[in-house]
C-alpha cells in the first residue's frame, strides 16, 4: 500500500472517490480508503485541505508522548493496571501543558513563514 499512497491521495485530492481510485490503480478499495482515512487523520502528506485546517496530529502525537513518559515507565502486569496509570498520567496533565501543545502548529508554521528568523 505505501507505494500506492501518494497516487491515492493526489487522486482523492482532485475529487475521485474511493471505487474509482481503486479501479484505476488496480487495488482493493479497502486499501484506498485505510489510505485515506490515515492521511484525514495525521495530514502525512500536503494537501489543500490540510492548509485549511490545522492538523490535529501534533497534539494527539505530544499527548501520547506525555501519557506514555508517566504512564508506561514501567511494564504492567495486567491491562487495568495499564489504564489506571494512563488515566492517572492524563489527571496529571496540566491546563497549560494542553494550551503549550495545542498553540504548536501555529507556532511551528510561523516559524516556517519566518524562514526559520525571529516570530511573534
Known amino acids: 500500500m505505501k507505494e500506492f499512497r501518494p497516487a491515492i491521495i493526489r487522486m482523492h485530492e482532485r475529487g475521485k472517490g474511493v471505487r474509482e481510485i481503486a479501479r484505476d ?30 492538523s490535529r496530529f501534533p497534539f494527539n502525537y505530544a499527548v501520547w508522548s506525555i501519557l506514555k513518559e508517566k504512564a508506561c515507565s514501567k511494564p504492567h502486569p495486567t491491562v487495568e493496571s495499564l489504564k489506571r496509570a494512563l488515566k492517572k498520567a492524563w489527571n496529571e496533565i496540566s491546563l497549560e501543558t494542553f494550551k503549550i501543545v495545542d498553540n504548536f502548529p501555529k507556532r511551528l508554521k510561523a516559524c516556517i513563514d519566518a524562514n526559520g528568523g525571529h516570530f511573534g
Do not use: Q
Not at 490503480?25 to 492548509?51: D, Q, Y
Open 25 to 54: 490503480l488496480g487495488i482493493s478499495p479497502n486499501t484506498v480508503s485505510i489510505a485515506i482515512k490515515r492521511f484525514e487523520e495525521t495530514g502525512s502528506n500536503e494537501s489543500r485541505k490540510r492548509e485549511k485546517n490545522t
